[in-house]
């Protein structure tokens, strides 16, 4: 199952989009978009898709999904029945709307990081959550410059906040988010251009130009998980996008995702993802609309 590709549209009097839905069926199947999603669910319960996260959602929700990043939000069968109404206010914008050197700022690297880590999908957790839905809803009602200012304000808050929870695995998206750590990311770029394969410690830690037990001590230190764990994270992730895309069978998928047999697939995916491959599969295609 592959998600469309959709392009969201401004007026001529705005940079970017702000809306409240009340019909459930709003952009109701897997899809992607190049404009960056902030969503606040005022009234609603349902599924929700984000990359191959799979969760329920419910009143009081706030995401932010980034570009590109496959999604959507099914709601439960009583709302399409009218015996519920569901209320949600999104913000659609792309990241250089207002500039092209904006997020090249000093004073704007916290949100130039948020929004790089939004594109394996943020949840807002704590006070920011509300504050962040108060804002939101300014947006909605605001006009002019103001409307920028609530959505700079917003998303300040979102990265600042000590309570957010990445939602979609490493592994699911190829373009690991960017960090300004130029080690890190030739570790990121080897590791996601040759995963299939066995990564000796001593291969990766030349890739880092350090010694295999400083690499170790490093690589902890930069991402608080082993490179062992961060190793199974991409391969997982990536079977959980093939298992998402159904293009091939379970066993193909596992041997294409860089696991030597079919027991270490099983073990490892399930203790990151908590479910079998199968039941993930299954659970993810019988969630989706027929016309997905």
Known sequence: ????????????AHSFSVRQDREPYINNYWHYHPEIELIHFQD???????????????????????????????FDER???KDAHADVRVAHFCDNFWGAHFLDLPENRPLKHILEQAKRGLQVLG?????????????????????????????TLIADSHQTQVL???????????????????????TMEHFKRKIPLEEIAEVACISPHSFCRYFKSS????????????????ACRLLIENRQSIKQLCFESGFNNFTSFHKYFKRITGKSP??????????QPEYA
């Not at 799979?54 to 980034?66: E, T, Y």
């Not at 920011?128 to 304000?153: F, H, P």
């Not at 082993?226 to 391969?235: D, G, I, N």
Request: net charge positive.
């Open 127 to 155: 006070p920011e959550r509300d504050a962040v839905a108060y804002l939101l809803q300014k947006m909605v009602y605001g006009d002019g410059a103001k409307r920028i200012i609530y959505l700079i304000e917003a998303l």
């Open 168 to 190: 979609s695995s490493v592994g699911f998206r190829q373009d690991i988010y960017s960090t300004e750590d130029e080690r890190l990311k030739a570790i990121y770029a080897y």
């Open 223 to 238: 991402t608080r998980k082993t490179y062992s764990q961060f190793l199974m994270e991409v391969k997982v992730g990536h």
């Open 44 to 74: 609603g319960h349902g599924m929700q898709f984000i990359g191959d996260s799979v969760r329920p959602f419910s009143p009081g929700d706030v995401i932010l999904v980034g570009s590109q990043l496959p999604h959507y939000w099914r």
């Open 1 to 12: 199952m592959r998600p469309r590709y959709i392009k969201m549209s401004n007026d001529a």
């Open 79 to 81: 709302y399409f029945d």
């Open 278 to 287: 199968l039941h993930y599969q299954r659970e993810y295609v019988a969630k």
